[in-house]
C-alpha cells in the first residue's frame, strides 16, 4: 500500500516506482513558509546567504511588504551610508523613526527613501520638520507616545496634513502630541481642507476637538474601515451628530471605542451603525457602561460576521449575556472577558459550549474569579481548536485537573497563561492517572506564563517542559525554582527567546550561567529581584550572551549596580535595553 504521510507523498517516484529522496530545496513554497517561521530572525539571516529558495521567497513582493525599517539614533548614519552607495536589497515601504531628534542626517536620509515609504510610524521622535515635503506616496501615519516635551529647547513644529495625498490612514495616540496640534492635524483631515479618502482613524477625543473630530468622521464615514476612538473625558449628553456619522459607516469592519464613553452614547452609536457594516472586530474595553440588553442587540445584528470581540472589564456582564454568547457561536473566532467577574462558569458553558465549537481559536478569562473547575473542564473538553488560551487568576476553576483536560484536548494551543493560579501543582504539568497527559502533548506551544504558581518546583523543569518550540517563558514569583531545574530547562527548551525569573528567591549565577550558555536564541532575559545573583551573573551574561538584546535586573539586593553597569556597557554592546 503507498504511504500517505505528507513527506512520502511529496517524494517523486524512480522508474521502478520507488520513492526518491527529496533534496530541500524541491519542497514546495507552503513548506517552506511553514519551517521559516520557526526560525529566529538571525537564523533566517543565515538561512538567505545559504539556500536560494530562501532568497526567492523572502524577495517577493508580498514578504518584502511584511518587513519594517526601524531607524534609530545608533543606525541613522549607517543606514544614509549604506543608501548612498547605491546598491540595497532594503525595501522602505515601512519604516519606523524611534527615539530621534531632528538632524540634518535625518532630513537627507529621508529625502533619499521617503518616495518609497507607504507607513511611517514615529515613536519618540518629534521629527516632524525633518518629514516635511519628503513622504509624497504615504499612506498610513502612525504618531506613537512622541512630546515635544522632551526638548525643551524645541521649536514645536507640527506637521501639514495636505500634503499626503495618497493618506489612507492615520493614528495618533491619546498621550502623546500638545492638545493643539493634534486639533490642527483634525482640521487639516476634513474634507473642505483635503481631498483624501481614510479608511483607518484612530484619535482620542476631547472636548476642545469635538466638532472637528465629527466633522472629520462624517466626511470620511463612507470609506472608513477601522475607527479606534479614545474617549479621555465624557462627552455631552447630545449624541445627534455621532449618529449621523456612524449612521454613513457602510464599510466599517472594526471598530474600538474606549475610556469614559457614556451608556446612552455607547447605545446610540452601536445602534446607528447599519447592518450592512458586516462589523468583523468589535472592541469594547473598559466600557463600564455596556449592558446585557445591549450585548444582545449587537449580537443579533453582527451574528453572521463578527469574528473578534473583547468586552474586557464590561463589569455589568452576567450570565444573563448567555443568549447573546449562543447567539454568535459559530463564527467568533476570538473572545475576551477578562475581569467580567460577574459571569459565572455554568453561563459560560451555556453560552460558548452548549455543543462542541470548533470556531472559537481564542479565548482570555482573566480574573474571571467565579468560575467552578467542573464547568471549566467541561468548555474545555468542547473547544478542540483553540490557539490562544488565558486563564490568569482564575484560582478556583485552574488546577490540575484542568491542566489535564487542556493538554488532552488542546493541542494545537500556542499560547497558555495561568498566571497566580495557586492550586496547580508539578504533577498538573508532568500528568497523572491511568492516561497522563502531559504538558509535553503541546508541541506547537509558543508561550507560556506560570507567573505566581508557587506550588510549582524544579520537577516542571526537569520532568514536564519538553517543549522544542518553546519561545516565551514567565516563570516570576515561582519561589521554590533552583539552579539545577534551570539547567535541565535550558537543555529541553532550546528555542526560547524571552526568559523571566523575577523574583526567583532561590536563583543563583549559576542558574544565570546555564540559561545563557545553552540558551543561544536568548533575546530578552529578566532576573529582577533575584537576590542571590552578583556580579559573576553579569560576567556570565557578557561571556556568553552574545544573542541577547534586552536585560532587566532591577531591585536586586547587595547588587553594585554601577559596577554591572559598567561590565555590560564595555563587554556587550550589543544589548539594546538595559535596566537595572
Known sequence: MEATGTSSSLMPLSEDGKRLPLHIEQLPND?????MTYLSFRDLQQLRLVSWRCRELVNRRYFTSKGKVIVT???LNAMKAHIERGVSYLRFDDVELRDLTQSPELSQFLKMVGPEVK????????????MDGKLPNLKLLKIVTTSFLDDVNMTIDGINMKQFMHLTGFECDGVSLDAALKLLMLLQLRRVENKVRLRHLQFEYRRNNETALLQVLYDHAPTLECVDLFFSCSPGIE??????????????RTLKLSG???LVLLDDILDAIPETSKLEHLDLTGMLSLTNEMLLCIAHKWHKTLRSLDLMFCVQLDVRCV???RKMNGCLESLTMAYCRALTGRGLVEGLTTQINYTLQELFLEDVCFIDEASMCTMLERLPNLRKLSLDNCRQATTDRTLATIFRHQTLLRLLRIDHCIKVTDMGFIGFGNQPAPISRLRGLHELNVRGCRNLTDRLLKRALHLPELLDLTLDYCNRLEANGIAALSVNCPALEKL???SCSLINDDAVGYIVVNLKRLRSLTISNCSMLTLQAFKYIVKHGRNLRELIACSIDGLDQDA???ILSRQLPELKHVTL
Do not use: D, G, Y
Open 31 to 35: 513548506l517552506w513558509i511553514e519551517i
Open 73 to 75: 539614533k545608533e543606525n
Open 119 to 130: 507607513h511611517m510610524e514615529v515613536r519618540h521622535a518629534p521629527v516632524f520638520r525633518n
Open 239 to 252: 449624541t445627534l451628530r455621532w449618529c449621523a456619522a456612524f449612521r454613513r459607516m457602510h464599510n466599517l
Open 260 to 262: 469614559n464613553c457614556h
Open 323 to 325: 443568549s447573546a454568547l
Open 500 to 502: 523571566s525569573v523575577a
Open 564 to 566: 554591572a553597569q559598567k
